[in-house]
Nanobody, 127 residues
Framework: QVQLVESGGGLVQAGGSLRLSCAAS????????MGWFRQTPGKEREFVAG????????DYADSWKGRFTISRANTLNTEYLQMNSLKPEDTAVYYC????????????????????WGQGTQVTVSS
């Protein structure tokens, strides 16, 4: 069982930055594929960015490529989503998710692939 705790959301002006954190309880993320998703009212959760920490392979949805970056703390149990050049349309609840992987280097874009989810953190970008 993995518990994911997110933090770092908040209110920011357009053009600003935020860094979201996703902390995994009691274990490192070395054998996990991780995903960041967002959800707005009335819409399905959508893929933003992901990583497979077995090989450090990353993948970003086009809307966020070049503006968002995934990284990991030296302790290996916390992952970050650095969000730069934020736009009002980035406003959403952001979730991190984890999937234990044994021999895959895939970055998963579908919500159904993930076994564990954080509680979500609200990001609001004002114009």
């Amino acid at each position: 069982q993995v518990q994911l705790v997110e933090s770092g959301g908040g209110l920011v002006q357009a053009g600003g930055s935020l860094r979201l954190s996703c902390a995994a309880s009691g274990r490192t993320l070395s054998n996990y594929a991780m995903g960041w998703f967002r959800q707005t009212p009335g819409k399905e959760r959508e893929f933003v960015a992901g990583v497979n920490w077995r090989r450090g392979v990353t993948d970003y949805a086009d809307s966020w490529k070049g503006r968002f970056t995934i990284s990991r703390a030296n302790t290996l149990n916390t992952e970050y989503l650095q969000m730069n050049s934020l736009k009002p349309e980035d406003t959403a609840v952001y979730y991190c998710a984890a999937k234990y992987v044994t021999d895959s280097d895939t970055v998963y874009r579908q919500t159904r692939e993930y076994d564990y989810w954080g509680q979500g953190t609200q990001v609001t970008v004002s114009s």
